[in-house]
């Protein structure tokens, strides 16, 4: 049957999507007419480029065709076939290099950043989509292939047909790949997806369409549900009767047949079994003859029409053998121990029964080992993302941690600037007010010592005044006017209390607290001592002294004697 030949040749089917078969070979492509123009508009003439380079009917690449293309790519001004430069080549080494995994990985990775740099979203995905199906048909890596073809289905979902026909192929590739594993149902989403876009736009986009009705069905047969399986052949009939598919008619009717089979409504299933042997013969396809003959011989069989069975059992041999599929022993070697049960022999047909036991074994173990590698890809995917996560967070920490530091640092210094400043900001209006202070300061001083010296020059005047008229007045001693003056003068000149005060307060602006100090370091200072030390600060002879205190020359000098004796004038 079809649905064990899609199954045996799956991995051949999505080894390229950029390769589709039955896509035309051409000679002599001119590259110009790629130029200024979508993927959209490109990507047919792009397909038969990549046929042309690499082509499934032939051994050897077409490397002249590879370098002249290559060669165009990298010395056009569009970006984009600038950058398909890089995945022809990826595809060439995978096809015809493989084991070149670093050199293939750099050129599909460079493909993916610079289609992302560039926005051009279609060489992205098939970049993706190359690495997957890589990582698929090469490496055995299903389960990194499972994890590309979703990161690129993603990509592309947004996009429309018209802009990225690619989509066809890629949905039906996905959805054989879950077939391969029998996981059905999510094989059905994929095949579904491709089924709603039409035909007749490229022969290679109806290839695709035509395998996804045709999978979609086998897979509805796969989990019973035979009236889906049923709906999607017929109208898979609809479109090849349009076309006159008469290979495609025979395997629509193979699969209707056998679905009647499973009905067991083997009158119906019949004709249209043996419609799909007779077809099949006239394509020399033995393993699909096969198929639809098996189940004639099990129809016969269970019918009681041994002769007829015997026919068809033998026919399967035939068509199994020439067919060189493993696969079809399985339901081929119970058939034969039947059929040498028919005719007597026994002991081959025990033999058979083995052989049947170990093909089956065989094909299960296949396939659990298969199961059993995919989980163990799974597992240590996991685990390396994981440890990559862990790896990340641990990172992600530091990094924070640092950040943190680094925010701290940041602060402490913008605190210590703004403490620093505000400091300068403080001590230069202290300063200034300092400065203004001392000049204030200073302009009182200057004003006092001003003062002090008009004071203390008035003193002197008034003592050089009244020396002259002492004179006079001995040498006119009746001259009563004179001598009114003169004790007018002196009365002026005496220091009074309130004269005193001001003089003491200027007397200390000039001198420093000059009169503060002496009361602190003589505490029994009399008053009239501390008038005399003024005085004698500003350099007064005891005759001015005299004249300013209103005592004669004789005090003062009593005053001076006593200082000496208490050691103050010492001091």
Known sequence: MSFQKIKIFLSLLIIFNTIPPQAAIIHNIDYTTLLNKTYGERAFQLWNIYDEIISANKHQPNL????????????????????????????????????????????????????????????????????????????????????????????????????????????????????????????????????????????????????????LSLSYQKINQLDSSDFYLNKLKVLKTKTSDKQWLGIIDGNLGYNLYLRKNYKAAEPLLKHDVKTALEYSDFGLASGSSMTLANIYLKQKENKKAIDWILKSREYVNKSGQYSRYQRLYPLLSKYYILIGDKQKADNFIDSALFVRDSMVKKFNALQLLRSQQKADIIKHNVDLKAANDKERLRTIQLNLILVFFIIAILIALYIYRLQK???????????????????????????????????????????????????????TQLLNNLEELRRITIITEQNWEDFRVLFDQVNGGYIHQLKAEFPKITPAEVRFLALKKLNFSYNEMATALGISPQSVRTIAYRMRKKNIITS
């Open 425 to 479: 900001k403080k001590h230069a209006l202290e300063n200034l007010l300092n400065q203004q202070h001392l000049s204030e300061k200073e302009k009182e001083i200057h004003s006092a010592k001003q003062e002090l010296d008009s004071f203390t020059k008035s003193i002197i005047e008034k003592n050089r005044i009244i020396a002259s008229l002492d004179k006079q007045l001995k040498e006119d001693s009746g001259n």
């Open 64 to 215: 002249k065709e590879l370098e002249s293309f290559q060669s165009f790519c990298r010395k056009s001004n569009d970006k984009a076939l600038n950058i398909e430069s890089d995945l022809v080549e990826a595809v060439y080494l995978i096809e015809y290099h493989p084991n070149q995994k670093k050199q293939i990985f750099k050129l599909l990775n460079t493909v993916i950043a610079d289609g992302k740099k560039n926005h051009i979203v279609q060489l992205q995905a098939r970049a993706l989509k190359t690495k997957a199906n890589y990582y698929w048909s090469h490496l055995q890596q299903y389960e990194l292939a499972f994890e590309f073809y979703q990161e690129e289905l993603s990509l592309i979902q947004p996009l429309k047909f018209k802009d990225f026909p690619d989509k066809v192929l890629d949905l039906y590739h996905v959805g054989n790949s879950y077939y391969y594993f029998s996981d059905y149902k999510k094989a059905i989403t994929y095949f579904r997806k491709t089924t709603e876009y039409k035909q007749g736009v490229h022969k290679t986009i109806d290839y695709y369409i035509t395998q996804s009705y045709n999978s």
